[in-house]
């Protein structure tokens, strides 16, 4: 496994948002956690990254053990550094061009050259179809195409994992459609990616596995097929039957 | 008495404008400089929530904020001698002002800096930034362009406030002015003058303002 997560907790005042979360993603996977509004779905991603800190919870990675409730600024800029973030609301460095937003990080926080970082950078926007808006700035960009950027941001650090916050929540349907047509060639180059989406048929047609969630904890998981063919929990599927629906 | 009203004005016009020049700009300037440093580093601290630290920057402004600058500046150049300390008239004012220009500008920093989405920072650490490289290279730019019109206005509030060093024996434009008058007993002509000199100034900092506000606002501006 890439990334196994163990007893991940958090709450937040008296609410318990994550009651002790287990999961586990392999190389190449793509994982999706799905879930009603309120299961704590965005909570577990950001606590994987460190946005949030967890109350509990043991974080192996790369073969790597990380105490969640307790790391390191060293040890959470070193796990940053093997992965991204897209965001649901893209957060595009606003001051910054499409190019330059690819090549921040890797010229500020990993020392690359500016002339490599551009190369690098444009190879990415490249890859989700936007190397002709390279000197836009985010405001000039339409939803989808920031979340494009975005994407293409986290591809150039060739991070071991990129985990995917409701990438298409914020955008009309229209630009849903370029967003997800992205993903799924990521998906099919290997990418490892941990998604939390609302896109079920996304989800059923790309994703590896499936991780369902809901009041904080994890109802059920196991391989995509598996999940949508015959579900072992009442609740995955009156709720995949009813997501299901409301999509077609 | 037209002729002579004249003669005096285009007499008395480089007297005035030469100590705009060499007392009242560089004044004006380099406490606004220093300003600008006490207050991108306090409102950083404030941002920061850095115990301790925010309570004195708290205190710091609550004083300077509270107190007449002209209180400050006789404090500093009339007062210290009493405690052994003493200073010259330039460098009084140029201690007055910039403490005076860094605790207000401090608060519209800190305003700024927390205008600025919460996510970009968070998109800063995403990518393996550390908070002190997001800080420089994506925050305080936005802040600061948000901040940038507020700024401006404090500056040229702060040349027409440098009058006040004449109260401190700092011969800027309008002390000189005052000695003018004394000799030729024409306050209207002079005191107009003297004003049409800060107008001037003032003016020229305006368009200053707006030049710089296009240029810094590439990335804020609205396409057609």
């Given at each position: 496994?890439?990334?196994?997560?163990?007893?991940?907790?958090?709450?937040?005042?008296?609410?318990?948002?994550?009651?002790?979360?287990?999961l586990?993603?392999?190389?190449?996977?793509?994982?999706?956690?799905?879930?009603?509004?309120?299961?704590?779905?965005?909570?577990?991603?950001?606590?994987?990254?460190?946005?949030e800190?967890?109350?509990?919870?043991?974080?192996?990675?790369?073969?790597?053990?990380?105490?969640?409730?307790?790391?390191?600024?060293?040890?959470?800029r070193?796990?940053?550094?093997?992965?991204?973030?897209?965001?649901?609301?893209?957060?595009?460095?606003?001051?910054?061009?499409?190019?330059?937003?690819?090549?921040?990080?890797?010229?500020?926080?990993?020392g690359?050259?500016?002339?490599q970082?551009?190369?690098?950078?444009?190879?990415?926007?490249?890859?989700?179809?936007?190397?002709?808006?390279?000197?836009?700035?985010?405001?000039?960009?339409?939803?989808?195409?920031?979340?494009?950027?975005?994407?293409?941001?986290?591809?150039?650090?060739?991070p071991?994992?990129?985990?995917?916050?409701?990438?298409?929540?914020?955008l009309?349907?229209?630009?849903?459609?370029?967003?997800?047509?992205?993903?799924?060639s990521l998906?099919?180059?290997?990418?490892?990616?941990?998604?939390?989406?609302?896109?079920?048929?996304?989800?059923?047609t790309?994703?590896?596995?499936?991780?369902?969630?809901?009041?904080?904890?994890v109802?059920?998981?196991?391989?995509?097929?598996?999940?949508?063919?015959?579900?072992?929990?009442?609740?995955?599927?009156?709720?995949?039957?009813?997501?299901?629906?409301?999509?077609? | 008495?037209?002729?002579?009203?004249?003669?005096?004005?285009?007499?008395s016009?480089?007297?005035?404008?030469?100590?705009?020049?060499?007392?009242?700009?560089?004044l004006?300037?380099?406490s606004?400089?220093?300003?600008?440093?006490?207050?991108?580093?306090?409102a950083?601290?404030?941002?920061?929530?850095?115990?301790?630290?925010?309570?004195?920057?708290?205190?710091?402004?609550?004083?300077?904020?509270?107190?007449?600058?002209?209180?400050?500046?006789?404090?500093?150049?009339?007062?210290?001698?009493?405690?052994?300390?003493?200073?010259?008239?330039?460098?009084?004012?140029?201690?007055?002002?910039?403490?005076?220009?860094?605790?207000y500008?401090?608060?519209?920093?800190?305003?700024?800096?927390?205008?600025?989405?919460?996510?970009?920072?968070?998109?800063?650490?995403c990518?393996?930034?550390t908070?002190?490289?997001?800080?420089?290279?994506?925050?305080?730019?936005?802040?600061?362009?948000?901040?940038?019109?507020?700024?401006?206005?404090?500056?040229?509030?702060?040349?027409?406030?440098?009058?006040?060093?004449?109260?401190?024996?700092?011969?800027?434009?309008f002390?000189?002015?005052?000695?003018?008058?004394?000799?030729?007993?024409?306050?209207?002509?002079?005191?107009?003058?003297?004003g049409?000199?800060?107008?001037?100034?003032?003016?020229l900092?305006?368009?200053?303002?707006?030049?710089?506000?296009?240029?810094?606002?590439a990335?804020?501006?609205?396409?057609?």
């Amino acid at each position: 496994m890439l990334l196994e997560a163990r007893n991940v907790k958090k709450s937040f005042k008296n609410l318990d948002v994550l009651k002790g979360i287990d999961l586990s993603v392999d190389t190449g996977e793509a994982a999706v956690i799905l879930g009603p509004s309120g299961a704590g779905k965005t909570t577990l991603l950001r606590c994987l990254n460190f946005l949030e800190t967890s109350d509990a919870g043991e974080l192996s990675f790369d073969g790597k053990i990380y105490p969640m409730d307790h790391m390191s600024r060293k040890n959470i800029r070193e796990y940053r550094l093997q992965t991204a973030f897209v965001f649901q609301s893209f957060n595009l460095f606003l001051n910054k061009t499409a190019l330059q937003n690819v090549t921040e990080g890797l010229i500020t926080a990993r020392g690359i050259g500016k002339a490599q970082a551009e190369e690098t950078g444009m190879r990415a926007l490249e890859r989700v179809g936007l190397a002709s808006h390279r000197d836009y700035y985010p405001h000039q960009l339409s939803g989808g195409q920031q979340q494009r950027v975005a994407i293409a941001r986290a591809l150039a650090a060739e991070p071991k994992i990129i985990f995917f916050d409701e990438p298409t929540s914020a955008l009309d349907p229209e630009l849903t459609t370029e967003v997800l047509s992205v993903m799924r060639s990521l998906a099919d180059d290997g990418m490892t990616m941990l998604i939390v989406t609302h896109e079920i048929e996304f989800a059923r047609t790309v994703s590896n596995r499936v991780i369902f969630m809901e009041n904080g904890e994890v109802v059920e998981s196991g391989l995509t097929s598996d999940i949508f063919s015959h579900p072992q929990k009442e609740r995955t599927a009156a709720f995949l039957k009813v997501e299901s629906k409301k999509q077609n | 008495m037209g002729s002579n009203w004249l003669t005096l004005f285009l007499e008395s016009f480089p007297k005035i404008l030469i100590p705009g020049l060499t007392r009242t700009i560089p004044l004006a300037a380099v406490s606004f400089a220093i300003a600008m440093v006490i207050a991108v580093l306090t409102a950083m601290a404030q941002y920061a929530k850095i115990p301790v630290l925010t309570q004195i920057i708290r205190f710091y402004i609550w004083i300077f904020r509270g107190t007449p600058p002209l209180v400050q500046l006789f404090v500093v150049f009339y007062g210290l001698p009493r405690a052994g300390i003493l200073i010259d008239p330039f460098p009084a004012a140029v201690i007055v002002f910039s403490l005076n220009e860094g605790a207000y500008s401090s608060e519209i920093v800190r305003a700024a800096l927390e205008s600025v989405p919460v996510g970009q920072m968070e998109a800063g650490y995403c990518v393996g930034m550390t908070y002190m490289q997001t800080m420089r290279r994506i925050i305080l730019p936005q802040a600061m362009r948000t901040a940038f019109p507020s700024l401006s206005n404090s500056l040229i509030a702060l040349v027409k406030n440098t009058s006040l060093a004449a109260n401190i024996t700092v011969t800027e434009m309008f002390m000189t002015t005052q000695r003018i008058v004394a000799r030729t007993y024409e306050p209207l002509l002079l005191y107009l003058e003297v004003g049409l000199i800060y107008l001037m100034f003032s003016t020229l900092l305006t368009f200053l303002q707006s030049w710089g506000e296009k240029k810094l606002g590439a990335y804020m501006e609205k396409e057609a």
